[in-house]
């Protein structure tokens, strides 16, 4: 079919909107994002902006303002609550007082375990006080109210775990239940993210086909800019630092907190 002269390209019958044209109000649309830049860009005290660079720079490292090096563990739990995360501080050995009250909270609900040992220890232990356990299928951690993990590496700076799907066995556990309830050993506490990468190595199959930096519980601030929890995930997030001595804890400035 000939096209009419004075007929632009892309508004025949199936040929879709035209480039270059917007629908809807862009005044409207834009009016909330002018309205929170107007009285300036709110720093981030964690996450500063670096100065200006001028030609030839180097691209600068970030640093982190809550960072203590010599301090990792009470750097690490207090971004850990920051992120309304719960932590706990032990000696070794997860407590038993922890362990009942996870088992009372469950109620009827079960609990799932990634396949790393750390995990799977703690599960026997739920399930020794009477709780439903088993592996993290689809089904079982989507009716589960709490799911066990380990963690390959902690973030003291953001206060994040790094679960590696390739030692957890998958990242259901830490995704469908209620509750996520994670288990990282002191010596596995890195200063910051860049770290967690680094330690990576850059081999072909250095990066698993899932690697997870879980920083507190779910939450998702899409809906009318409202901070809402759980919406992609587990509500409530308990992380469990194993320390390697009573020594080790005291010196790290955190005190246990069950």
């Known amino acids: 079919m000939n096209r009419p002269a004075n007929e632009p390209a892309g508004d025949g019958p199936g040929s879709g909107p035209r480039r270059g044209r917007e629908s809807g109000d862009r005044t409207a649309f834009l009016a909330p994002a002018r309205a929170r830049l107007a009285g300036g860009i709110v720093i981030n005290p964690v996450h500063p902006p670096p100065p200006a660079r001028g ?12 960072l203590d090096p010599d301090d990792l563990v009470g750097t690490f739990v207090a971004a850990v609550a920051h992120a309304e995360g719960v932590y706990h501080v032990v000696d070794r050995e997860v407590p038993d007082d922890l362990l009942d009250r996870l088992v009372d909270e469950l109620g009827d609900r079960g609990v799932v375990t990634s396949r790393e040992p750390a995990a799977e220890r703690i599960g026997e232990r739920l399930a020794g006080r009477g709780a439903a356990v088993g592996p993290a299928t689809v089904e079982a951690a989507a009716a589960a109210g ?6 390959v590496a902690g973030v003291a700076a953001t206060g994040s775990m790094v679960l590696d799907s390739r030692v957890a066995g998958g990242r259901i556990a830490s995704l469908l239940p209620s509750v996520h309830l994670c288990v990282l ?6 200063a910051t993210p860049a770290d ?7 081999g072909a199959d250095a990066v698993p086909p ?8 779910s939450r998702t601030g899409d809906i009318e800019q409202l901070l809402t929890l759980g919406a992609h995930g587990p509500t409530a997030l308990h992380v ?3 320390t390697d ?3 080790r804890a005291s010196t790290s400035g955190a005190s246990p907190r069950a």
């Open 196 to 202: 967690a990468l680094r330690n990576l190595g850059s």
């Open 185 to 190: 050993s002191v010596n596995n506490l890195l």
């Open 146 to 151: 709490l799911g066990v993990t380990g963690a």
């Open 240 to 242: 469990v630092l194993v």
């Open 245 to 247: 001595g009573s020594g």
């Open 55 to 66: 030609a030839g720079d180097p691209v600068p490292l970030p640093r982190y303002r809550n």
């Open 210 to 217: 899932s690697l997870v930096l879980v920083t507190g519980p």
